[in-house]
T-cell receptor, first 114, second 115 residues
Framework: AQTVTQSQPEMSVQEAETVTLSCTYDTSESNYYLFWYKQPPSRQMILVIRQEAYKQQNATENRFSVNFQKAAKSFSLKISDSQLGDTAMYFCAFMLGANSKLTFGKGITLSVRP | KAGVTQTPRYLIKTRGQQVTLSCSPISGHRSVSWYQQTPGQGLQFLFEYFSETQRNKGNFPGRFSGRQFSNSRSEMNVSTLELGDSALYLC??????????????FGPGTRLLVL
């Protein structure tokens, strides 16, 4: 079975600074996908970024980038130039290549201070 | 394109009752997945429907069931409600190809409170 671990329950960052959210996962499969989702107080789950395991290049979406370390089974999210609107719960998620089930970590609450 | 919609947004039920939740996917999406979110258990996969057939199933009791219609809209039913079924129920849609090639897009959720 696949597992996703987010060991930091909460983090806080000053507006305009950079913050990194950690995630590790465990799988014996080689074909899989990794995601970061954001859930603001409205509870709407929003995709932040995705990474295909077969791609060596780290995914980037504007201020959001990942550090994907396949051998270490690590998938961290870096948020640059943090904005107040980034305040939310962030979930790391895993999906096997031949499946449509997302396995989520417990999430981390990120607070951006003005 | 309109996003994933879920109705109703809020529900209050009593123990023993049953409830039906509805999810309309993004136009053109043929796969609908359901997740339960609780403070204690986090986000857990319930099941996935594709072309009116259940394609994947999570580890939930038989009281949780679902179906999908020919227009890809999906319903989830919970019978004999228990207090522990209080949760945010999220549905997500994707185009429906096999596996994780496609991203799942989530609806706003239905918050169910069982008294």
């Amino acid at each position: 079975a696949q597992t996703v671990t987010q060991s930091q329950p909460e983090m806080s960052v000053q507006e305009a600074e950079t913050v990194t959210l950690s995630c590790t996962y465990d799988t014996s499969e080689s074909n899989y996908y990794l995601f970061w989702y954001k859930q603001p107080p409205s509870r709407q789950m929003i995709l932040v970024i995705r990474q295909e395991a077969y791609k060596q290049q780290n995914a980037t979406e504007n201020r959001f980038s990942v550090n994907f370390q396949k051998a270490a089974k690590s998938f961290s999210l870096k948020i640059s130039d943090s904005q107040l609107g980034d305040t939310a719960m962030y979930f790391c998620a895993f999906m096997l290549g031949a499946n449509s089930k997302l396995t989520f970590g417990k999430g981390i609450t990120l607070s951006v201070r003005p | 394109k309109a996003g994933v919609t879920q109705t109703p947004r809020y529900l209050i039920k009593t123990r023993g009752q049953q409830v039906t939740l509805s999810c309309s996917p993004i136009s053109g999406h043929r796969s609908v997945s359901w997740y339960q979110q609780t403070p204690g258990q986090g986000l857990q996969f319930l099941f996935e429907y594709f072309s009116e057939t259940q394609r994947n199933k999570g580890n939930f009791p038989g009281r949780f069931s679902g179906r999908q219609f020919s227009n890809s809209r999906s319903e989830m039913n919970v019978s004999t409600l228990e207090l522990g079924d209080s949760a945010l129920y999220l549905c997500a849609s994707s185009l429906g190809g096999t596996g994780g090639q496609e991203t799942q897009y989530f609806g706003p959720g239905t918050r169910l409170l069982v008294l």
